[in-house]
């Protein structure tokens, strides 16, 4: 460890990083640095060196040569957790052991069973440290204005019978961890997560969608990986909703969903990076409206919620264990529906 003393002031958050992850500066360093009361104070890789220009590049003041140590650190209260699909449980169990909250990137967990198993080491940890544990899953999209808006707008479509979501960018480099079977890989874990997750909260209390069916597209060098994949489902009331995803397919980039109800419907382009740019379409009652929703970057909505849950404000937190638990179930029924086996835990014992 190359620590630098106490690194924040009293009463920061203090957040060590598992990997040296390529989304680590735009999810949480950069917000960490625009939000009071937060602090990117520790990092660890498994190449130390890699960990030690990571911290170097991004002014971390501490490097840790594991990640167990990382874990360990009780200068440390929260870990964020950027690593491989297939690492995502095991990593944040083992922070909770700790007494650390975490903030986990998507998807949660390899496959339901992990999902659940995640939140029965928060309640055992919990119980341990005497003390509540954050677990929040990071689909950042969730914490902007956004969808709020979003939801205002649906109730001038009427009934709602059909809701679609994509999340398709290409990623030709079929090396890549994200298409790795053994680290949890595929397009419906690594982007299709963002489409099912939409679905599913696109308008608050409709209930849990079921899978009725689904294609997939695998890789030619390793057919249990999905490159693309289309999800279609129903939820309890007869609507019914589609999901797309693609890493690669002839849906190069598509990042949009539609809400489709028996007196128009509301389109919204870029839901997951609002921030960047996106457009919001109503078409209802013979009239076109567009509109823009204001608001911070998603990661800093997140970052600050976190925070928030952490310091005890329990309904900040809106992608609890829970909520991981029923996406989690529906990308194993996805999978099962398309003729492709479930991601494999990298959880032990």
């Known amino acids: 460890m190359t620590p630098t003393g106490t690194v924040g002031r009293v009463g920061d958050v203090r957040i060590g990083i598992l990997g040296a992850a390529r989304i680590a500066p735009s999810a949480l360093i950069k917000p960490a640095r625009q939000t009071s009361g937060v602090v990117v104070a520790a990092v660890a890789a498994r190449e130390p060196a890699r960990a030690a220009a990571f911290a170097a590049r991004h002014a971390i003041p501490t490097v840790h040569e594991s990640y167990e140590a990382l874990v360990d650190d009780p200068e440390i209260d929260a870990i964020y957790n950027p690593l491989p699909n297939g690492l995502h449980a095991q990593w944040t169990v083992r922070a909770l052991q700790a ?78 961890i994200r298409y790795r079977y053994d680290l949890a890989g595929g397009s419906l874990m ?48 007869g609507a019914v909703g589609r999901a797309r995803a693609s890493l690669w397919s002839g849906a190069v980039l598509d990042i949009s969903a539609r ?36 608001g911070d970057a998603t990661y800093a909505c997140q970052l600050r919620a976190f925070v928030a849950a952490v310091r005890g404000d329990a309904a900040a937190n809106l992608t609890p264990p829970a909520d991981a638990i029923a996406t989690m179930t529906l990308i194993d029924a996805a999978y099962s529906a398309a003729g492709l086996p479930l991601r494999p835990s990298g959880l032990t014992g």
């Not at 204005?145 to 079929?174: D, T």
């Open 99 to 176: 007494g650390k909250h975490v903030l986990c990137e998507k998807p949660f967990a390899a496959n339901a069973d992990e999902a659940r198993r995640v939140e029965a080491a928060r309640q055992d940890a919990e119980s341990a440290h005497g003390r509540p544990l954050v677990v929040m899953e990071a689909f950042h999209y969730r914490y902007h204005p956004l969808l709020p808006r979003l939801h205002e707008l649906v109730g001038e479509v009427g009934a709602v019978r059909q809701i679609e979501a994509s999340m398709c960018f290409p990623l030709p480099r079929f090396h890549d």
């Open 190 to 237: 690594d982007a299709g997560c963002y489409a099912l997750h939409f679905l599913r909260h696109a308008r608050p209390g409709s209930g849990e969608p079921e899978v009725t069916a689904a294609r997939a597209k695998p890789l030619r060098r390793e057919p249990r990986v999905d490159r693309a994949m289309i999800v279609d489902v129903r939820f309890p009331d």
């Open 259 to 294: 809400i489709t109800g028996d007196r128009g419907e509301v389109r919204v382009f870029n839901f997951v990076l609002p921030h960047a740019y996106h457009r919001l379409t109503l078409v209802a009652n013979g009239r076109r409206r567009q509109q823009r929703v204001e």
